[in-house]
Nanobody, 126 residues
Framework: VQVVASGGGLVQTGGSLRLSCTISGLRFGEYAMGWFRQIPGKAREGVGCISYNGAMTYYPRSVKGRFTVFRDAAKNTLYLQMNSLKPEDTAMYFC????????????????????WGNGTLVTVSS
């Protein structure tokens, strides 16, 4: 199984970035997925997730209205569209997967997930 995140970079306040997470070696449609971020010394924080079939998404208040999670089964890829970025969004971002067949659940928390991708660094300058 390979889970490869990409798309991070340096952006100014108010700018946008799209992160990608390309997945191989498993059945894409059998997994709920989420994005998480972490800065040194702090716990990993969920920033958005999507159910296995895309029917449900969840966002914490800190990013709601600015971040969008979506998935493309044809490309086996999970995305995180980030708009109106703020300096406090600066972090290492990770994607993760959890086996699921529930259309009303996605991984809001980082515990107990099945697979994690590498991190991709997002830096928002003020």
């Amino acid at each position: 199984v390979q889970v490869v995140a990409s798309g991070g970079g340096l952006v100014q306040t108010g700018g946008s970035l799209r992160l990608s997470c390309t997945i191989s070696g498993l059945r894409f449609g059998e997994y709920a997925m989420g994005w998480f971020r972490q800065i040194p010394g702090k716990a990993r924080e969920g920033v958005g997730c999507i159910s296995y079939n895309g029917a449900m998404t969840y966002y914490p208040r800190s990013v709601k209205g600015r971040f969008t999670v979506f998935r493309d089964a044809a490309k086996n890829t999970l995305y995180l569209q980030m708009n109106s970025l703020k300096p406090e969004d600066t972090a290492m971002y990770f994607c993760a997967l959890a086996a699921s067949r529930s259309g009303s659940w996605c991984p809001e928390e980082s515990d107990g997930l099945d697979y994690w991708g590498n991190g991709t660094l997002v830096t928002v300058s003020s």
